[in-house]
């Protein structure tokens, strides 16, 4: 990881894919959990990945290169969510539309309606953003408590505190969902 994080220093341009290559996918799930909308998550990651390398001379410890770059991208989702256009306009739909109308069905489209439609994610990306946002850290990357409460700038108690809510929603949403 060093070497990696030395390479990105030197403005080295097969580190910066190297970086990427390892990074971004977990990246993109994330930020797809919490914006909910794939295009809008990849325009994030995509700026923070840009941020990340701009910043690179930041980082403290290269062996936190993954949580440093997961902290830019939730930082980036947060502003992003901010924004007026993202809460005021309607959010555009996961497939590739033409100008006739035609979607386009590749495998990535196919592929993400699969995942769409499964309950889980689904209910993730109804939850509010404070508990999709500590979900996602804990489950999908696997991250601490204490490593969230440091990304998130917020208090460990209150990072357990809303993952234990938003399980508490979930298991009531798949619950009722079952039921149906």
């Avoid at 590739?96 to 993730?124: A, H, K, N």
């Avoid at 999908?140 to 917020?154: A, C, G």
Wanted: with cysteine; charged share 35%; aromatic share 8%.
């Amino acid at each position: 990881m060093e070497e990696l994080v030395q390479r990105l220093r030197e403005k080295e341009e097969a580190a910066y894919r190297e970086c990427m290559e390892l990074y971004s996918h977990d990246c993109l799930r994330l930020a797809y959990l919490m914006l909910k909308d794939r295009y809008e998550a990849e325009d994030v990651v995509q700026d923070a990945f840009l941020l990340a390398f701009e910043k690179i001379s930041q980082l403290q410890e290269a062996a936190k290169l993954k949580h440093w770059l997961v902290s830019i991208v939730i930082n980036q989702c947060r502003k992003r969510t901010r924004r007026w256009s993202f809460k005021n306009i309607l959010l555009r739909r996961s497939e590739d539309i033409f100008e006739d109308g035609i979607v386009e069905e590749t495998p990535e489209s196919e592929l993400l309606r699969l995942i769409e439609g499964q309950s889980l994610s689904v209910e993730i990306r109804a939850l509010d953003f404070k508990y999709r946002e500590v979900i996602a850290l804990f489950y999908f990357q696997q991250l601490s408590v204490k490593e969230i409460s440091d990304i998130t700038k917020e208090n460990e108690s209150t990072i357990k505190s809303r993952l234990s809510r938003g399980r508490k929603q979930l298991k009531e949403r798949l619950k009722g969902e079952r039921s149906e």
